[in-house]
């Protein structure tokens, strides 16, 4: 016999048919007849639903949601497909937790007062009455909606979520916060090389005779990949991990490389300078493929020394030699080069240089090889979501608007368009903007007081703001910082389809219960906007007013999509998700690049034309000013500030800590488990310390994440915007520094 | 040998991400407090590195079960098909002396239900001809069923550093080790 | 005994208007009608929009809330729609009812489950002879209110700077869950 832990179990007062008992005049004003139909549930039967996680995770894991009386009961991964492979992840397994969570948000909700944490719950009604009511102020005082600004990323990845820009369209011409602070310097880079971001499947792996994995920590942020970084180690591979910490998978590897942080460039110019003496270069590719490798190699020649890369890095010379001879000569060879490597001032230079090496040894295009970084092929969706018409005789900015990584629209031709700041600098954006200022903003999938740099400056930023609308799930830092937050649903209750940027797989999410209490999905609080608008003034606003989310997620669709997934249709894909047909596993397997030439540039005219260097020259790093380094990577137990704040995700991660090297320590008397006070010119923040040689002794490191309940960790409090230097080239904005971080620390 | 179904933890393949904890309760929605498969850190001794390798422990469905042996109400049963020691929680009467005589601290005491309760071994989904919901969840193989019977042993251990050597128990649960990798710090 | 038992029907009416408020106008009815039942007092002048900052501190968010009005939250483990709510859904379903909107708003909010508590005839009164509802209301009055509501109650009580309709109405239905255990129960002890 089970365990009463047993889903089934339960009090029953029925035998069989459901009773009709005195119904009829029961003195009751809340309940309602039932509606008398026979018993509805069988021992041991689920419905199941096809779901997909979209918080723009590399593995986005297809899921299988199992349910019983309209209620989630549990869920797995979907055997379908070789990536998710029935399995999920530690956060993936939290998810009944969130729809079901008494902590959830609930109704709109009214704060009078910003801060004050005195809040009213109202109607939908009368929220979309305060909120299109202050629009139509703006409009009617700056002569356009520039004044309302939409900040939104990646905290929900379903492809109808678009339309939360699709609604700011919908309205008119606004201020969009563009750019990204995830990987844009490295896509500047690889569009540069290649002409594209593209990746090889990673299921391909598995086919590598030698995998560097550069700056980037898959047994934490992707723990699906490590399958086949594992499976290529069986067959013989060699993996070595270069990272400024010792990670969970710089354990798992064959060799660790520590170097200094932001030396990458260095260290990866060293290894392709030896490989160029030693006479590996794979010249049929370089000359046939390649556009100016000849410069290139004039310039390791001038520039470069394994001792000098030695220097820079601190990885002795010999393991350059031995780790570059070892990957020119293995076939294939690969280097994921992970986001955290190009989080830096000179990320995207840095890049290049780690595409070079996989390029002059020949791996470009190989299945098993390739400089992997991400790709956007399997997002050929209508964007039916996404592309509104603004109302007519709508005004807006003049001066050309920047485009981010997803945005995948033709320009319009008009002469309007929205006014575009940089995402990464939105405290600095919202002080610094003017005719008109950023009056109003609108946050959607994204919670930058979690996320967004320099927290005490954002603050500064948020009182200038006149109304500030927070569409989430639960209560952070950002709704705190609200006047209006709108419920929003989960996964489980809205219809949607998801791709990925690493793998090729595709999968539908189907709506799997309704949406609790009076939640809304993104689309259906546009819809209920639009009809707000027009009651208030007709013509406001083209989004449709009356809409159906699975409607919408089918005109994502088209014969694109199927053609590259061989589905026939849509609803194919609730037998399981679907993987793109590929001609093969490898990117530029044809050698055929989008770049100008139609070769891998080594040389870049535009690199050059864009304030860059055409070679994938060296370029030094962010000066110090402070006596660490500061770096703030993902934990494992959430995705940002989501899934951290769950009670079951607390179970396994009880509070927040920053490492810190045993000998740095000692010299400030520190020892392990004391509360601590990291600080910098930016602010402060306390926690615990845990001691461990993992970190670098001039080292400090904090998991960038929100703990809920209490605790008011935020790493923004010491970590400013200063850009990286590529990203406005194809991702709309530079990047972010987020690793050039410097802080202090000492005893609390 | 008779068929004995066990976890095999392969703390090599283990990332240590805590799928397997979090599949358990995903499954199960264990009352807060109640944890039946935890995953816990090797101490610095055993692995050089802080919190990079880690045993994913629950059950061992002994052989020879101390649970089973001191229950006074029988709510522990072994199953003669395949060795899973089942936890009867409707017959437990909340005495503790399972959860005070287990040396590896499989049984929890559960303060809503007021008794204890243990990983089963998912054995409803054994029936069903599923795997374990924590064995399907992980994401590298290094949680497995396997059966000592029929088990072809290489380098796995019954005893790795640092666990209780109970050979009166005979646990079923198999190790492998974890390896290093060569250092280059700068 | 009919007096009596429609006596804690008013009352849980009264209740069951209290924890289903939506703003400060709605508590101001509610906590006047509750304390006219149970002979509390009020203060006239009492802070009606302080009270629904209160209310909604306590029972609705956004923030994460001490004190969920929702039975699962108190029983197998605090969330919503778990084993209790399913339970009482099925209670309803027995007297031929079910919540609005089912799936919407969980079948075990205070609200739901007083109405249900105001619904059910008592015994004596005439649909007594319909074993099903006999045994709907033992389980319901005698072992499911008792068994998360006292819960909901501490966990108002350890908040500090409770407003007074919030500390009135709670105290109200602690009283209310007294005088409506059955009988049978009170000897069992």
Known sequence: MTAKKCMFSRRRFLQGAAAVGAAAVLPCTLLVPDKAQAAAFSEGDYQTFRNACPRNCYDTCSIKTYVQDGVVKFIEGASESTFTK????????????????????????????????????????????????????????????????MTKYSGNFGITNYGVEGMMSSLGYTTRFVGTPCWPAGIDAQNYDMGNMWCNDPEDMVKARYVIVWGANPAWCSVHSMKYIMEAKRRGAKVVVVDPVFTQTAAKGDVYWQPKTASDGALALGMARHILDKGLVDQDFVHTYGLGFDEFADYLRNNVTVEWAAEQSGIPAEQIMEVAEEFATADPATIWIGYGMQRHTNGGASVRSLDALVAMTGNIGKEGGGARYGHLQTWGFNYHALIQKQPEGSKGFMGGAAKGEFDFTEGSGASYTDRTVNINKTAQSILDTTDPAIRMLWVSCKNPFGQDFDRPKLEKAFDKLEMVVTVDQFFNETVANSDIVLPVTTLFEEWTVNASYWHYWLSINEQAIKPMFEAKSNIEIAAALSRKMNELSPGSCTFPQDIDTREWMAKEFNQGIYDMFGIRDWTDLRNGPAKARLKSSAAWSDKKFATPSGRYEFKSEQCANNGHKALPEFKTGRESYDKFRLLTPHTKFGLHSQFVNLDWMHEYNEEPYIYMHPKAAAEKSIRDLDMVRVFNKVGEQKARVKLTDNVAEDCLLMYEAWFGRGNDYNVQNLVDDESADMGAFKAGAPGVAIHDQFANVERA | MKKQYAFLVDTERCIGCFTCAMACRNYYHQVEGVVWRQVHPLSEEIY????????????????????????????????????????????????GNCIRSCPYGAPKYNPVEKRAEKCSLCHERLDAGLDPACVQACPTDALQLIDLAEFERTNEVQYPAGYPRMEGLNPSTRFVLPKTPKMVRR | MADHASCNRDGARALRDFFASRDAADLKRATVAVAGRFHLTIADDADWTGAEYDFNRLFVGPMAVPAPPFASAYQTEPALMGEPTLAVRDAYRALGLMVPDQGHTPDDHLAFELDLAAAMPGPGEDADSDPVVAEVREWFLGEHLPGWVPAFVEAVKEQADVSAPVRMAVEALESWLEAIRPPARALDG
């Open chain 1, 86 to 149: 029935g399995g999920l992840c530690v956060k993936g397994y939290a998810y009944t937790r969130r729809p079901y969570s008494p902590d959830r948000i609930k109704y709109p909700m009214v704060q009078d007062g910003r801060r004050s944490g005195k809040w009213r719950r109202v109607s939908w009604d009368e929220a979309l009455d305060m909120i299109a009511k202050k629009m139509l102020k703006l409009k009617e005082e700056d002569g356009s909606l520039l004044g309302l600004g």
């Open chain 2, 48 to 95: 050089p590195h802080r919190e990079r390798a880690f045993l994913s422990l629950s059950c061992n469905h002994c052989e020879n079960p101390a649970c089973l042996n001191v229950c006074p109400v029988e709510a522990y049963t072994k199953r003669e098909e395949d060795g899973v020691v089942v936890h009867h929680q409707e017959k437990c009467i909340g005495c």
